[in-house]
Each structure stands twice: as structure tokens, then as C-alpha cells.
């Protein structure tokens, strides 16, 4: 169980103070689920395949490595994305192309300090046992380490981070 110390500090302690300091009360445990810095994501709706992601507080939007980005406007200027997504981890695995509406093109500023618009799309997110609609935005993020970064919207209100636990929710299965 966890616990929080109920009083403010100023200046030096009083006896009394100190006392106060040692009384804890009991805070409920979260019933939000854990993450770790990385974990197995899934976009159903996209692809079959399980993507290692990468748990990005910095980041608002999720990203996630799409080659071949080409923007199509219906008539009533209504944009569509074409995109090309690995279905592996590794960048020689097949490839399968998918097409989704763009719901907004949002000016993102990478690690690096460089910037740029991307098409965003919201789609179905699976990580662990959550299943949740997530807005994605589409990047090249082939020489980037992870192909996937969870962003501070999909985390909010359905996880708690662990920055020092890994694939908390599960891992790839081995094949």
C-alpha cells in the first residue's frame, strides 16, 4: 500500500511537526494499468503485426514509421492518407499498404529540434489488455530505434508509466 505524508513544510520542524510528518494515510491504489518505458503495441485496423513502441511523455501525438506517405483531397476536401507500413521489426520485412482519412496535419518538432507536418489518423490501439482509439501521426522513422512512440494522449486516463519496467504489458511472441 502506498502512503502520503499530510502536512506542509516551512521553515525548521516543530516536534509537533515532525510527529505530523510520521503519520502517513493511505492512498488507494491505482487501478490504472502499468506501462514500462517500452512496451508491444498493435493497431488492428492497420496491420496484424505487433510493434515494439516506445512510452514518449515528451511527446503529445503517437507516431508511428510509415514510408511511402502520399495525401489524396476528395472533392469536398476531405483528406486521405496512402502510407506503407513493415510488417516485421526489421526493415527488410514485407510491407503492407493501407489507406485511412486524415482527421488533421499537426506541426511536430522531433528530438533532433527539426520540424515538420504530419498527416494524422485515428485508429484502434491495442496495448495489453486496453483496447482504445488513439490519434497517430505518420513519420519516416526508419533509422529511429523504435517504430512506434506512445504520446501523452493515449497514455492519459488509462496508464501509469514505469520508467524502469519493460514490456510490462507483455512481449512479442517468439516465433
Same mark, same amino acid.
Given at each position: 500500500?502506498?502512503?502520503?505524508?499530510?502536512?506542509?513544510? $516551512?521553515?525548521?520542524?516543530? $516536534?509537533?511537526?515532525?510527529?505530523?510528518?510520521?503519520?502517513?494515510?493511505?492512498?488507494?491504489?491505482?487501478?490504472?494499468?502499468?506501462?514500462?518505458?517500452?512496451?508491444?503495441?498493435?493497431?488492428?485496423?492497420?496491420?496484424?503485426?505487433?510493434?515494439?513502441?516506445?512510452?514518449?511523455?515528451?511527446?503529445?501525438?503517437?507516431?508511428?514509421?510509415?514510408?511511402?506517405?502520399?495525401?489524396?483531397?476528395?472533392?469536398?476536401?476531405?483528406?486521405?492518407? !496512402?502510407?506503407?507500413?513493415?510488417?516485421?521489426?526489421?526493415?527488410?520485412?514485407?510491407?503492407?499498404? !493501407?489507406?485511412?482519412?486524415?482527421?488533421?496535419?499537426?506541426?511536430?518538432?522531433?528530438?533532433?529540434?527539426?520540424?515538420?507536418?504530419?498527416?494524422?489518423?485515428?485508429?484502434?490501439?491495442?496495448?495489453?489488455?486496453? !483496447?482504445?482509439?488513439?490519434?497517430? $501521426?505518420?513519420?519516416?522513422?526508419?533509422?529511429?530505434?523504435?517504430?512506434?512512440?506512445?504520446?501523452?494522449?493515449?497514455?492519459?486516463?488509462?496508464?501509469?508509466?514505469?520508467?524502469?519496467?519493460?514490456?510490462?504489458?507483455?512481449?512479442?511472441?517468439?516465433?
Amino acid at each position: 500500500m502506498r502512503y502520503v505524508i499530510t502536512f506542509l513544510c $516551512s521553515g525548521i520542524l516543530s $516536534s509537533v511537526m515532525r510527529e505530523a510528518a510520521n503519520q502517513l494515510v493511505p492512498v488507494a491504489e491505482p487501478t490504472m494499468a502499468v506501462v514500462g518505458w517500452r512496451e508491444v503495441a498493435h493497431l488492428p485496423l492497420l496491420t496484424p503485426t505487433l510493434v515494439r513502441a516506445k512510452i514518449d511523455t515528451g511527446a503529445t501525438t503517437s507516431a508511428i514509421h510509415a514510408s511511402g506517405i502520399t495525401i489524396a483531397h476528395r472533392a469536398d476536401g476531405e483528406a486521405f492518407v !496512402s502510407f506503407t507500413l513493415p510488417t516485421t521489426d526489421q526493415s527488410d520485412g514485407q510491407e503492407r499498404v !493501407s489507406g485511412h482519412p486524415v482527421v488533421a496535419f499537426r506541426f511536430v518538432r522531433s528530438s533532433t529540434g527539426e520540424g515538420e507536418y504530419r498527416p494524422v489518423i485515428r485508429t484502434a490501439l491495442v496495448i495489453g489488455q486496453k !483496447s482504445f482509439e488513439a490519434e497517430v $501521426s505518420l513519420t519516416e522513422r526508419d533509422r529511429m530505434g523504435y517504430r512506434m512512440l506512445i504520446g501523452r494522449e493515449a497514455l492519459r486516463g488509462r496508464f501509469h508509466i514505469d520508467p524502469e519496467g519493460s514490456f510490462l504489458q507483455g512481449k512479442i511472441p517468439k516465433t
